[in-house]
């Protein structure tokens, strides 16, 4: 017969699990930009101002390697890739200690005048995790381990390496793993999550690769993928990989923020004095251009669909807010140096990228209204001379977290 556990360990029991929970249901982004790749944090709750010198730090975790990818957080752990000493490795971090779980070398370094190391951010969908290298090895791994279940190069599928690495973060959707090795083969192809057998690549289509995400959308009834090139905006077909639409942009030397898809409309932006478009696509994908301008002109730092304004910075006029529907500028500031953006509670979490300092901002038409700045400690001395703090900020389970290199830091940003 067993014997009956005391009343206060029952209880204790009883509180671990509930807080358990909690922190799985809160803590959720398990990939690039957040569950729907908009960057828009459900997460409320949250300090609607900060004290001087910032929100209370948790921890600092020194060991995420050289790299600019981002975290993706689930069920209390933290995935992100970073290079050792022998490649490039994807790698586990308990989020309430900031203790490493586990590592797994997924391949060899890319070597990169602007910073070594890996670019993209992982996705986890239920017990697996997916992530693609610098130098385009994407694999599928085991959420408890780490082991390594399949992996392919993008060499294998026609694609030559980005001259800044393979920055894609990929895309998990249903079945398939959605991931853009560029060239002669097909720009963009889907694999089996399970076998990592090829399911179709996108022959209509040959451009390079560039450095943009793909997103998944529900047009007219249907799913679609929309990406980037450097000379194209287009939607390609979930079940084969077949061309619906292409619109062309003026994009040169690295197209890299993720397209917003809304209302039947696209947008996206780039640097270089490319600037932004909209595009309106039919139920039958008939592509129509609304508008291009340089009032955005977004270099790496992403941009926000927010209430019908794109927010984000512009090498145009610093932070922008911008009318989604017709292209205008409705305020621009220059208080904080170029960056990246994030949202979460009614706030913008906005870091810069020269010296790390992060801004709470009102999400706001009515202009730049500042909630509190510090500047981001623990940053590294390997960066390169040539890179900046270029990882983005993340906002989930109350908490915020910032990466510089081998740094990733967590801060308490839930009100008391």
Not at 257 to 279: E, F, M, N, R, W
Not at 406 to 412: A, G, Q, R, T, V
């Amino acid at each position: 017969m067993k014997k009956k556990l005391p009343a206060t360990l029952c209880v204790a029991a009883a509180m671990s699990l509930i807080v358990g929970a909690t922190l799985t249901v809160q803590a959720n982004w398990p990939q690039w930009r957040g569950p729907d790749r908009t960057d828009l944090s459900k997460e409320t709750g949250l300090l609607k101002s900060w004290p001087e010198g910032g929100p209370k730090r948790l921890w600092v975790f020194e060991g995420a390697g050289i790299g600019y990818s981002g975290p993706a957080i689930v069920a209390g752990k933290l995935f992100t890739l970073g290079a050792q000493e022998d490649g490039e490795h994807l790698l586990a971090v308990d989020i309430e200690t900031g203790k490493q779980l586990w590592t797994s070398k997924i391949s060899e370094t890319l070597k990169n005048g602007y910073g070594d190391g890996p670019r993209g951010t992982p996705a986890v969908d239920g017990d697996k995790v997916y992530a693609l290298s610098g130098r385009g090895t994407v694999v599928s791994a085991n959420l408890a381990d780490g082991k390594i279940l399949w992996q392919h190069t993008m060499r294998e599928f026609g694609g030559k390496t980005p001259g800044w690495g393979y920055t894609e973060s990929v895309l998990v959707d249903g079945d398939k793993v959605l991931c853009t090795p560029g060239g002669t083969n097909g720009t963009v192809i889907a694999l089996d999550k399970k076998t990592g057998s090829t399911v179709w690549q996108s022959k209509d289509l040959t451009d390079s690769a560039h450095y943009s995400s793909i997103i998944a959308v529900n047009h007219a009834g249907k799913r679609q993928y929309i990406q980037r090139t450097e000379k194209n905006i287009f939607g390609i077909a979930v079940d084969d990989g077949k061309l619906l639409w292409s619109s062309d942009f003026p994009g040169r030397t690295a197209v890299i923020p993720t397209p917003i898809y809304h209302d039947s409309q696209v947008y996206v932006t780039a640097g270089y004095g490319a600037g932004c478009k909209l595009v309106k696509l039919s139920p039958n994908n008939e592509a129509t251009e609304v508008y291009a301008n340089k009032e955005m002109v977004n270099h790496h730092g992403g941009v926000i669909l927010l209430d019908g304004h794109v927010y984000g910075h512009s090498d145009a006029g610093g932070w922008v807010c911008q009318n989604f529907k017709t292209g205008a500028r409705v305020w621009n500031s220059q208080s904080l140096g170029k960056g990246a953006i994030a949202y979460a509670d009614g706030k913008f979490y906005c870091q810069a990228e020269n010296d790390g300092t992060v801004v709470l901002v009102d999400a706001s038409t009515s202009g730049w209204k500042e909630n509190g700045r510090f500047k981001l400690e623990a940053q590294s001395a390997q960066r390169s001379s040539r890179g900046k703090v270029w990882s983005h900020p993340v906002i989930t389970g109350g908490r915020l977290y910032l990466r510089d290199q081998e740094f990733i830091s967590c801060y308490d940003v839930k009100a008391k």
